[in-house]
């Protein structure tokens, strides 16, 4: 029995394991495709020379840490929130003080007279194009280093008075736009950029 153990040879992966990894590869060049390179070989090479590693040893590590990382939701200390990509919603406060405020509100496109039950609130320049002017951060998550936006500071673009106006809702242009995540989602730095230096990282922390 224990014999039989010993003498079992690694097997070839499995098909499971074959599209597993064939599915982290793709999404790696997914987010590769979607960043920067600027002088990211310079940094990844200072940082072997700091840890005496090679640049392959460096590349390797990186990779581990980059896929085993969850995305951040929150800055610490301060308890700061990250903002998903996902929840594109106006604050209850903050559109019942926009109705409060345009009482006999007509939609921008129909002039019909909007009603509780029709009124909803459109954005000037749509959301998709509109969010990529938030203000968005490094942060480091467990070695793994994101650009990321601050639920306030989504808030603060998403109900900019300036890019509002009224709209019925069958009018709203908004109505069709893109599901899933926004242009301000977490974003992992790509694998090439990950130049985390440890315990000594000056980014904020993030978890
Ligand atoms: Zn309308
Ligand atoms: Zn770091």
């Not at 992966?13 to 600027?38: F, G, M, N």
């Not at 090479?45 to 085993?68: P, T």
């Not at 509780?116 to 070695?143: E, M, N």
């Not at 977490?186 to 990950?194: E, Y």
């Amino acid at each position: 029995m224990v014999k039989q153990i010993e003498d079992k040879k690694p097997s070839r992966p499995s098909r499971a394991e074959r599209a597993q990894k064939k599915l982290t590869d793709s999404k790696l060049s997914r987010v590769d495709k979607r960043s920067r390179t600027r002088g990211s070989k310079k940094a990844i090479s200072s940082v072997a020379e700091i840890g005496g590693l090679s640049e392959k040893e460096v590349k390797a590590a990186l990779l581990k840490q980059f896929q085993k990382s969850k995305i951040p939701t929150k800055i610490v200390p301060g308890n700061k929130k990250i903002y998903s990509g996902k929840s594109r919603t106006f604050e209850k406060k903050f559109s019942d003080k926009y109705w409060k405020d345009n009482p006999n509100a007509k939609c921008f496109k129909c002039n019909a007279l909007l009603t509780p039950a029709t009124r909803s609130i459109d954005h000037k320049v749509p959301w998709s194009k509109y969010c990529l002017s938030t203000d968005q951060q490094f942060v480091c998550s467990g070695g793994t280093h994101y650009e990321v936006a601050l639920t306030e500071d989504f808030h603060d673009r998403f109900q900019d008075p300036k890019n509002l106006q009224p709209a019925c809702q069958s009018c709203n242009s908004s109505k069709g736009g893109p599901k899933g995540n926004d242009g301000i989602a977490p974003r992992k730095l790509p694998l090439k950029d990950q130049t985390c230096p440890g315990p000594g990282c000056k980014l904020p922390k993030a978890v």
